[in-house]
């Protein structure tokens, strides 16, 4: 018996259009980084990145659930003595409203190598307005 070995796409990879209005960012997050990791593909293979490409608009519209938009606290840290630094959600939506998305999807993937890769094909943007309508991506409806 062989093992089926998919092959890595690499430019013929899908586009796929997501809409994040009053969408969970939790529960949206799992499914942008099992899009991303290829998990939704009968080929699926851990090793092998076979994900398509994924735009998000609409990020300034995600939902938070409960008291998380005062309470939820994002931690970065300078590497130097007193150089943690906190910032609330509500902060990160008012200056940029992407990134939220970004980082509660590159928290889902895999820590290593590939998934490094696989988050540079997230594009996150604040309106609905993108530049990727020369790729043709396919509206993607989720749950």
Known sequence: ??????????????WVIVDAENKVLGRFAVQIANILRGKDKPTFSPQVDTGCFVVVVNAEKIKLTG???QQKIYWRYSGFRGGLKGTNAS??????????ISMAVKGMLPNNKLSRKMITRLKVY???DHPHAAQRPKKLELA
């Open 1 to 14: 018996m062989k093992s089926f070995l998919p092959k890595d796409p690499c430019e013929s990879r899908d």
């Open 67 to 69: 008291a998380k938009e």
């Open 91 to 100: 902060t990160i939506r008012a200056k940029c409203p992407d990134r939220l």
């Open 126 to 128: 604040a309106g609905t």
